[in-house]
């Protein structure tokens, strides 16, 4: 891994909300096609071949050096290639942002575009791979295949519950870091932002009564990193109700959330769960009315975050919450995973760390919160996402707790 930093800037947020300035009614399908025309990203030599001496050094026959250096010593390829600061971004096309089930070829538009993030927040390289199959032994067995090229990797749009046998047999059996964005990215993103709402809203994390509504990948990640950073009270909704141990059937995840969350018992639906919490978690299309609103404790925390249409309607939003949060771009405090996973892998790969473990996640979470932090109100619980302190923040913290750990 190379000591470049992630980029970072000076500049701090504005600290006023407005009106966005942009509007995605003023994005024209000509520019949207032309930008994309050709792809996004590109390879290019980091090494200049003007010369005979050039072509000797970075070929044969000066190349044979290094492999067999390597062939010797097998990780010091993360020295002498680019696997020390490669990402390889893949997915099967079954969960793309909100397209769903949409294919390998069609996906890889959203795959070259997380690369660009990689790049211009971490200064990292990231290949989008797009593989045409959906079974889980055939995905696994791929990427273990591919990984020798890659420094870590990013699992992306992968649908649930496949997802979760998905990572977890990589992080088994591969030596490089492995994590799904989907769940995680979004949960350490959440986390920061509840974190600081309860600095503002002088409350506690142990305290709160949280409800998460999804029990898809996001929604489960966002369930155990918020039991792990001290919330005692979770319920989880699905689309047949509360989440809890006599409902049948369940699957093997959700048997293992109804373990860990609902200490209360619970059940019902929506309703039933909302009646005297402070906070909300939307992760999926669900819809939330005012009744349920109405019967929440006072002053809660709301976290709508399905797009393009929130699970409560914004203006309801704003009437009854003390804290609002989105994920739309166009509304305040937009829980973006950009916030998270660019200085997550860049802090895992500079740690030469193996797995990304609970501790880097929470201590990502806390640098992201920190950096809000610095000019805190209602309306800017998050950093923007184009907030250049933010990616090296979190690769900082990132590395110290994977180095504390070894």
Same mark, same amino acid.
Do not use: W
């Given at each position: 891994m190379t000591d470049k930093q992630p980029h970072t800037s000076n500049s701090k947020p504005s600290n006023t909300t407005t009106s966005p300035s942009h509007s995605f009614a003023d994005l024209h399908d000509a520019e949207i096609f032309a930008a994309h025309e050709g792809g996004k990203i590109e390879t290019h030599s980091r090494r200049p071949l003007e010369t005979v001496r050039d072509l000797s050094i970075a070929y044969t026959p000066g190349v044979a050096r290094v492999c067999e250096a390597i062939h010797e010593e097998p990780e010091r390829a993360r020295e002498y290639t680019w696997a020390g600061r490669?990402?390889?971004?893949?997915?099967?096309?079954?969960?793309?942002?909100?397209?769903g089930d949409i294919g390998a070829k069609a996906a890889l538009p959203v795959m070259e575009g997380k690369a660009q993030l990689f790049g211009r927040f971490a200064g990292l390289n990231a290949i989008?791979?797009?593989?045409?199959?959906?079974?889980?032994?055939?995905?696994?067995?791929?990427?273990?295949?591919?990984?020798?090229?890659?420094?870590?990797? $990013?699992?992306?749009d992968i649908s649930a519950p496949r997802c979760f046998e998905i990572e977890r047999r990589l992080i088994e059996s591969l030596d490089i870091p492995v994590m799904?964005?989907?769940?995680?990215?979004?949960?350490?993103?959440?986390?920061?932002?509840?974190? $600081?709402?309860?600095?503002?809203? $002088?409350?506690?994390?142990?305290?709160?009564?949280?409800?998460?509504?999804?029990?898809?990948?996001?929604?489960?990640?966002?369930?155990?990193?918020?039991?792990?950073?001290?919330?005692?009270?979770v319920i989880m909704l699905d689309s047949r109700g509360i989440i809890h141990p006599?409902?049948?059937?369940?699957?093997?995840?959700?048997?293992?959330?109804?373990?860990?969350? $609902?200490?209360?018992?619970?059940?019902?639906?929506?309703?039933?769960?909302?009646?005297?919490?402070?906070?909300?978690?939307?992760?999926?299309?669900?819809?939330?009315?005012e009744a349920a609103l109405q019967s929440m404790a006072a002053d809660p925390i709301l976290f709508s975050l399905a797009n393009?249409?929130?699970?409560?309607?914004?203006?309801?939003?704003?009437?009854?919450?003390a804290i609002v949060a989105t994920g739309r771009s166009d509304l305040p405090n937009q829980i973006n995973n950009v916030l998270a996973f660019p200085g997550i892998f860049h802090g895992a790969l500079a740690a030469?760390?193996?797995?990304?473990?609970?501790?880097?996640?929470?201590?990502?979470?806390?640098?992201?919160?920190?950096?809000?932090?610095?000019?805190?109100?209602?309306?800017?619980?998050?950093?923007?996402?184009?907030?250049?302190?933010?990616?090296?923040?979190?690769?900082?913290?990132?590395r110290a707790a994977a180095l504390a750990s070894k």
């Open positions: 490669n990402v390889a971004i893949i997915s099967d096309g079954t969960a793309v942002l909100g397209l989008p791979i797009v593989l045409d199959t959906t079974d889980v032994d055939d995905l696994v067995h791929t990427i273990e295949a591919m990984a020798p090229s890659f420094g870590a990797i $990013n699992l992306e799904h964005d989907d769940q995680h990215g979004t949960a350490i993103v959440i986390t920061a932002a509840l974190r $600081n709402a309860c600095q503002l809203l $002088n409350r506690r994390l142990k305290d709160l009564k949280v409800v998460i509504s999804g029990a898809g990948a996001a929604g489960v990640a966002c369930a155990k990193m918020l039991i792990h950073a001290g919330v005692r009270d006599d409902r049948t059937p369940l699957t093997q995840i959700k048997q293992e959330m109804a373990a860990i969350t $609902n200490p209360r018992r619970i059940t019902g639906g929506v309703a039933e769960a909302l009646r005297g919490a402070d906070t909300f978690i939307g992760l999926s299309r669900g819809h939330v009315g393009p249409d929130p699970e409560i309607d914004p203006d309801l939003a704003y009437k009854y919450g030469g760390a193996k797995q990304i473990t609970p501790a880097m996640k929470l201590a990502a979470s806390r640098a992201i919160a920190n950096v809000a932090a610095e000019a805190l109100d209602v309306e800017h619980i998050v950093p923007s996402p184009l907030d250049g302190r933010v990616a090296p923040a979190v690769s900082a913290a990132v």
